[in-house]
């Protein structure tokens, strides 16, 4: 489903050139909850914006279904974004003056083939929401919008950076508990980047990163419920 070759990153200051991603080598099978685990400053972020193809990678390879993302042009690109991927971020970036039905269907606009809105409010615990504004919701709410808008798509891939960050303890696990219910609905592929160690419990396959680099890289045998999950 998706592999990645020799993945390199640069970038340039003037006359300096840092070096962001150095060589990242892995494979992740169509299905799988991945979670990928760094410091801040690791390349984690980097890593998800380039499958994302919000960043372009400098060498290397990112093949996604037998395609190269960087030998896309930026037209193909866009059509990547639209049809194969979801996105949901730390921060929610709801449009404010549109109700969560509203802003659920955003995505659902950019889709082919989108999912069931009034299952998906169910699915999400949204129903009885549905007509409020971003304002009147909690960051749980909010949060479980974002996820909504960028699951309607139907994506291939999910890709959730730090989705838990701004969330105090209990709405994290909801969102993790979330998160995998819709691993095990939908059966999408899930790319979840976080510096919480304790949230590799739940998932099917574990990237630690450091210094741009992938230190560690395995499959947990025995995954935890997002329920167990305790930090």
């Avoid at 494979?27 to 380039?50: A, D, F, H, R, Y």
Wanted: aromatic share 6%; glycine share 8%; charged share 30%.
């Amino acid at each position: 489903m998706l592999e990645i070759k020799k993945l390199h990153k640069f970038y340039e200051n003037g006359k300096i050139k840092t070096e962001i991603l150095r060589g990242i080598d892995c494979l992740i099978p169509k299905g799988e909850l991945c979670v990928i685990l760094g410091p801040s400053g690791s390349g984690k972020s980097t890593l998800l914006n380039i499958i994302g193809g919000i960043e372009q990678g400098d060498e290397g390879s990112i093949l996604v279904d037998g395609e190269d993302l960087l030998k896309m042009k930026k037209s193909e690109l866009a059509e990547y974004r639209r049809n194969k991927l979801g996105f949901i971020f730390q921060f929610y970036n709801l449009v404010p003056n549109l109700t969560v039905k509203e802003n659920i269907e955003v995505g659902a606009y950019l889709s082919e083939n989108p999912l069931t809105l009034e299952d998906l409010l169910k699915t999400l615990g949204l129903l009885e929401h549905k007509d409020k504004f971003p304002t009147q919701l909690s960051g749980g709410q909010q949060q479980r919008c974002a996820i909504g808008r960028a699951l309607i798509k139907n994506p291939d891939i999910l890709l959730c950076d730090e989705p838990t960050g701004a969330l105090d303890y209990k709405t994290s696990k909801d969102i993790l508990e979330l998160i995998e219910g819709i691993h095990k609905q939908y059966c999408t592929t899930i790319l979840l980047v976080t510096h919480n160690e304790a949230i590799k419990d739940m998932a099917d396959r574990v990237l630690k990163l450091r210094d741009g680099s992938i230190r560690k890289d395995y499959k947990n045998e025995n995954p935890i419920s997002a329920v167990n999950v305790e930090w």
